[in-house]
């Protein structure tokens, strides 16, 4: 172990232990980093990162263990403690005030003041001003005046990173800081973060997405069950060893076998258009039972507007929708669930979980309806047979079904919202990016979660961004480029090649 205050390092935490109620969440965890680095943190959801990274920004108090920041012992009470000595931290799930504007929201907490006597106004003008600057310097084009709830969830990400760098930390956390951006965003965020780096800040990267790792990192730390398996020059390591370290087994295969019998038209959309004109328009495909039909494409091919539009969350203005060969008016989540349609939302956070609520809460939110007595009144006792039962199907992994459901790891979160929709009992499960912002472990684990459904007759449409898992699970791959849909290529002939050169058929 090295000594305390070893000037090789802007950052040591040094056997760092946690506990929370029937969980060891960090385990004697070490970690120490370099100034001009980045340092990339992985392990399987629930391995202890986030838990460790709370523990240094002061969200978390360690029940053991102690951290040194630029070779002095600190102790952080709080976020505001750790960003005044020089920690900031971009948080996996946005933490804006969405009815604020961006201004307010980078400067929340540390307002520019106007004096006069003893009272101070805020600074619009100063605030307007810096942020703008700041902005500027990060090659950023964002209106600081425009409130930051009306961005897309990418602008919104891109917000939280532009405060954090206004802090001038010397160490930058960035939890899952791409995992609401597109590819072109993440390039972009990775030239900031270079820039940073070249100026002697220290960030610590957390990604699930291996190609990130390879690309940004200069060493890699592997925790997995809240213990450090290693630290690893990123030269020194390929992803087939990563996998293995962060999961305790080697990765003989990504994909389960999806070995089900495809059988008669169970969905079949003939000519839809959205209502919007800048969305998709003249949209058909088919869905049989026991299949899974992957949509590829584009960021903006229009993807997610589809599958929306299928389950009444958007309105068409032409075409049809037929469940089970009858013509269905689908103008409301209602209208679906009643076809036995479910959708589970691309935004776990935004729109999907209800993070103060319990997990049975959550599991239950979409039947409730099935769960009244004969007054009309919730059976309780059978809504926590139900939920419990799903869950403990798919292998939730919590202390307990009272638990809430921010508590648990992302996966494990997927995995409730899998449970709520099953106990809807539907025939059409529409899975808008199911593994997004989950680690390899527990997309092993979804996938063979669907591989089950469709074997037993459930009909899956799967939209991805991730090429692999398109390929590797689907049946069917669709493709849409600018609302358009471009083609469709059965399992033999869909490749890398193919489905790109049909997200690519711009008009």
Not at 160 to 171: C, M, P, R, T, W
Not at 427 to 438: F, H, V
Not at 484 to 495: N, V
Request: glycine share 8%; aromatic share 4%.
């Amino acid at each position: 172990m090295a000594d305390s205050g070893n000037g090789e390092y802007v950052l040591e935490m040094i056997g760092i232990s946690k506990t929370f109620p029937g969980v060891r969440a960090l385990d004697d965890v070490s970690l120490r980093v370099r100034p001009g680095k980045v340092h990339a943190l992985m392990g399987e959801n629930g391995a202890g990162k986030s838990t460790l990274m709370k523990c240094l920004f002061g969200i978390y108090r360690e029940d053991s263990g102690e951290v040194i920041l630029k070779g002095s012992k600190v102790k952080f009470h709080s976020a505001k403690d750790a960003l005044e000595s020089g920690v900031s931290m971009i948080h996996q799930e946005l933490l804006n005030v969405p009815n604020r504007s961006v201004r307010e929201n980078v400067w929340l907490g540390r307002e520019p003041l106007i004096r006069i006597g003893p009272l101070g106004f805020l600074d619009h003008k100063k605030m307007h001003a810096d942020t703008a600057a700041l902005m500027k310097s990060l090659d950023m084009v964002i209106d600081p005046g425009e409130r930051i709830g009306g961005l897309s969830i990418s602008k919104q990400q891109s917000c939280e990173i532009a405060k954090a760098v206004s802090y001038n930390a010397s160490v930058v956390v960035m939890d899952e800081p791409s995992s609401s951006l597109t590819e072109t965003e993440t390039e972009h965020l990775f030239k900031i973060i270079r820039n940073l780096v070249s100026q002697g800040v220290a960030v610590i990267y957390i990604s699930h997405r291996m190609n990130e790792i390879f690309d940004i990192a200069d060493e890699v730390s592997i925790m997995r069950d809240g213990k450090m398996v290693g630290t690893y020059p990123i030269a020194d390591i390929d992803e087939d060893k990563l996998i293995k370290l962060m999961v305790g087994r080697d990765n003989t295969s990504r994909f389960p076998p999806v070995e089900s019998e495809i059988g008669e038209i169970r969905l079949e959309v003939k000519g839809i258009s959205s209502l919007d004109p800048r969305s998709f328009k003249d949209v058909s495909f088919e869905l049989r039972r026991g299949e899974i039909l992957g949509i590829g494409g584009l960021v903006g091919a229009q993807r997610t507007e589809l599958v929306e539009s299928v389950y009444g969350l958007r309105k068409i203005s032409a075409g049809e929708i037929l469940v089970d060969g009858k013509k269905v008016n689908v103008r409301s989540p209602r209208d679906a669930i009643s076809k036995g349609i479910a959708l589970i939302t691309e935004d776990r956070r935004g729109s999907g979980i209800f993070p103060l609520m319990s997990i049975t809460a959550n599991t239950a939110m979409a039947s409730l309806g099935s769960y009244l007595n004969a007054f009309r009144l919730l059976r309780h006792h059978r809504i926590e047979e139900e939920a419990r039962k799903y869950n403990e199907s798919l292998r939730t992994k919590t202390p307990s079904m009272a638990t809430l459901i921010q508590n648990l790891s992302g996966g494990n979160q997927q995995k409730v919202l899998v449970s709520r929709w099953l106990m809807t009992l539907p025939d059409i499960l529409i899975m808008d990016e199911p593994t997004r912002g989950i680690d390899v472990g527990a997309k092993f684990e979804i996938y063979t979660i669907m591989a089950q459904l469709v074997k037993n007759g459930k009909s899956i449409i799967m939209v991805s961004s991730e090429m692999p898992e398109l390929l590797g699970m689907s049946h069917r791959v669709m493709v849409l480029c600018d609302g358009r849909h471009t083609g469709t290529l059965d399992k033999a002939e869909a490749t890398q090649e193919s489905v790109m050169r049909l997200a690519t058929q711009f008009e």
